[in-house]
């Protein structure tokens, strides 16, 4: 096949990920997509950094294997964990991986008060540790582990009056007191609405779905793989679950008004 008729993956836990998926839609209609969650293991963002580290190795291995152009890594979680690891092994292809949208929030609000809600093995990882100190002298950083609102997201579960007791719990204590929130795990940007209600419309929320997208295209681009514009592009939705249901709420996550 030519390099540039070859598909995107896109990879996450679970559903989470096509928040980012949207984005390079939207950017990049032409390409054709191919998207595999990861949900019979979900959620990551409780697990050992070893059993991320292998389950995404495993999967990026397999697709990579089905003769992929890009991997794009959207859970922030796996970043975090796999990432280095993965570009190592599969050196022939960009790995494009997430991270927190904490620069720009800073940088939005210096001095301020920025929230940032991520998973627990997220908020552990060394990686996402050192870019907290790049930044900590610039704001007031404070870090709120939010591991249930993946579960939601993965029920199809976006506003429902538990999905706001348990913001409640998390953020409550911050309604009109933060300045920005950084949605650091790809789940959250489909719980936007009820976080933004939580917290109050002053709070600026920020996620790194779009600069994901922008460095995917960026770099397909630089290695002459990026499809001719024109090109009707095909998402392609695949599960672990192997549950149609899962399939079709993939699907309606896909369409979804954020």
Do not use: W
């Amino acid at each position: 096949m030519d390099d540039v008729r070859r598909p995107v993956a896109v990879f996450d836990s679970g559903m989470g990920g096509v928040s980012v998926l949207r984005e390079l839609v939207r950017l990049m209609p032409e390409e054709d997509y191919l998207y595999y969650g990861d949900s019979a293991n979900a959620p990551y963002g409780t697990r050992s950094v070893d059993d991320v580290r292998a389950l995404t190795l495993r999967r990026i291995g397999a697709l990579h294997a089905r003769g992929i152009k890009a991997a794009v890594i959207a859970c922030n979680t796996a970043t975090s964990a796999a990432v280095d690891l993965l570009r190592r092994t599969f050196s022939d292809i960009p790995i494009i991986g997430m991270e927190p949208a904490v620069k720009p929030a800073v940088l939005a609000h210096p001095h301020g008060r920025v929230l940032v809600l991520a998973t627990p093995l997220t908020l552990r990882e060394e990686k996402f540790n050192a870019l907290l100190k790049q930044y900590a002298s610039l704001a007031e950083i404070v870090k709120i582990p939010c591991p249930e609102l993946v579960e939601f997201v993965e029920r199809g579960d976006l506003g429902s009056m538990a999905v706001y007791d348990y913001l409640e719990q998390r953020l409550g204590a911050y309604r009109g007191k933060a300045d920005a929130a950084v949605l650091g795990c790809t789940h959250f940007p489909f719980l936007r609405r009820a976080i933004a209600q939580v917290l109050g419309n002053e709070t600026e929320l920020f996620d790194g779905g779009a600069g994901t997208a922008r460095e995917t295209a960026r770099q397909l681009s630089a290695r002459g793989t990026r499809a001719e514009a024109g090109h009707v592009g095909t998402v392609l939705i695949e599960n672990s679950r192997e549950d149609s249901q899962e399939i079709a709420l993939t699907r309606r996550l896909l369409q979804s008004d954020l």
